[in-house]
């Protein structure tokens, strides 16, 4: 499968500058060919989050819902029925809510993954270290009067039905049934869309951290995807350029929805 893709040149830095790195290649378009059939598409963390009216406290903490609203509205549909209609694997990464407990591609997920590991050794906490996360929740995030509602709303957490699974399509809660999905499929590149790219699609189980440090080439799709951003960063979503061009340069590529689009459906010799 023909595919154009965005790649970072990450060199020649000139020393001679002022600013040694302006002299970097920078974003760069190369046509690469993937195998489709070792190539997994990954719905990772794709929420229904509620309304505002609902959980306004959620909605006031995690500003980016909106956005991850309207890419599930707008990009996931033609999307994934591209990726359906191909050779492709389609995957889902869950978090630790049972919302999905009852799809047959969770149960496949648990039965080739087996018993979930034991759990690592933790640090030792004392009074003084939760005090810390006590202020961190009060001043830094949620804020003691959003605690309530996002608790609500990670209780009533479902997929949109725009990004609900189908099928037996694998769904995986942790990196250990990721990569028992994958093994079993034979994947290698998996292409991650969802929310968010800067936090939970690099670092929550299941996620670009783990899978590339078990061989996995881990791209995304700039539109399929958002970011968490603060008050300076927000107008221009520059979290999200800053956490492609770190997917570029560290873990795979980043695809145009359009020339992701047309690799998938274009005619087959």
Known sequence: MKIRAQLYQQFDADHAR???????????SVDIEINPERTAVVSMHAWDCGTADRFPGWWRAVEYIPRSHEICRTV??????????????????VSDQDYYAEYPGYKRA???AGPD??????ARG?????KLWSLKGEQSFTGTHNADDIKRGAAAMGFPEEARPEGSEGIAKNTEQLFA??????????VYIGFAINWCLLNSPGGMVDMSRRGFMCSTIRE??????????AREEQCKEIALWRVAVAFGFVFELGDFLAGVVAPRP
Do not use: F, I
């Open 18 to 28: 002022d600013v040694p790195a302006e002299s970097y290649g920078g974003w760069k």
């Open 76 to 93: 996931y549909p033609p999307l994934l029925k591209a990726v359906r209609e191909s050779s492709l694997h389609l995957m889902h990464v």
């Open 110 to 112: 648990v039965e080739l």
């Open 117 to 122: 590991p034991d759990p690592p050794e933790y």
């Open 126 to 130: 004392d009074d003084e270290l939760g």
């Open 181 to 190: 999905l994958c093994k079993d499929a034979q994947v290698n590149h998996l």
């Open 224 to 233: 399929a995807v958002t970011a968490v951003e603060n008050k300076a960063t």
